[in-house]
């Protein structure tokens, strides 16, 4: 990831193709702070939301500055992915925090993310979709542009390989899974 900021540390920095999957498809693993509780007020602690932006072969910049965006704006939580493939940015949210923390992609979140993302890059399209097969009735592309079954294990092993999602810190220091 060429561009370095001050929010997100790199636990996983992809350079190659990982697998056969898409346009050369890669991703780097981000952890960033993470300040709400499950009704979304500040907590006193962070937690903290660790993420994957999946690159095609472009390694587009913007993608960063969308990711930096959601961090300003507290809207990074609960995210599993990001990226753009030919014009359109993706956002993956984790299932299971979406409905448990009620964030209604059709209401809540989408108008303030597509806003964002306009601003970034006016030419891209936007979907948000959950990490779930119903997404496939929808017409998602679960970012890699290859078929849909495929795709969605991909980023269902990615999820559970690198531990998608949020952490604790736990009495002894160490970083958890929620």
């Given at each position: 990831?060429?561009?370095?900021?001050?929010f997100?540390?790199?636990?996983?920095?992809?350079?190659?193709?990982a697998?056969?999957?898409?346009?050369?498809?890669h991703?780097s693993?981000?952890?960033?702070?993470?300040?709400?509780d499950?009704e979304?007020?500040?907590?006193d602690?962070?937690?903290?939301?660790?993420?994957?932006?999946v690159w095609n072969?472009?390694?587009?910049?913007?993608?960063?500055?969308?990711?930096?965006?959601?961090?300003?704006e507290?809207?990074?939580?609960?995210v599993?992915?990001?990226?753009?493939?030919?014009?359109?940015?993706?956002?993956?949210?984790?299932?299971?925090?979406a409905?448990?923390?009620?964030?209604?992609?059709?209401?809540?979140?989408?108008p303030?993310?597509?806003?964002?993302?306009k601003?970034?890059?006016r030419s891209?399209?936007?979907?948000?979709a959950?990490?779930?097969?119903?997404?496939?009735?929808?017409?998602?592309?679960?970012?890699?542009?290859y078929e849909?079954?495929?795709?969605?294990?991909y980023?269902?092993?990615?999820?559970?390989?690198?531990?998608?999602?949020?952490k604790?810190?736990?009495?002894?220091?160490q970083?958890?899974?929620?």
């Amino acid at each position: 990831m060429s561009d370095n900021n001050i929010f997100f540390k790199t636990l996983h920095e992809g350079v190659i193709p990982a697998g056969y999957l898409g346009q050369s498809s890669h991703y780097s693993i981000l952890r960033a702070p993470a300040y709400l509780d499950r009704e979304r007020n500040i907590e006193d602690v962070a937690s903290f939301q660790d993420f994957a932006i999946v690159w095609n072969k472009d390694n587009y910049p913007n993608v960063i500055k969308v990711a930096v965006n959601l961090f300003e704006e507290s809207l990074l939580y609960p995210v599993l992915f990001i990226g753009e493939q030919r014009g359109k940015f993706a956002i993956i949210f984790d299932k299971r925090f979406a409905n448990e923390y009620n964030i209604n992609l059709g209401t809540n979140v989408r108008p303030q993310i597509k806003k964002m993302i306009k601003s970034i890059d006016r030419s891209w399209t936007y979907i948000a979709a959950l990490l779930d097969k119903s997404s496939r009735q929808k017409g998602r592309d679960m970012l890699i542009e290859y078929e849909f079954d495929w795709s969605f294990e991909y980023l269902k092993g990615l999820k559970i390989c690198q531990n998608l999602g949020i952490k604790h810190k736990n009495q002894q220091g160490q970083i958890t899974a929620a």
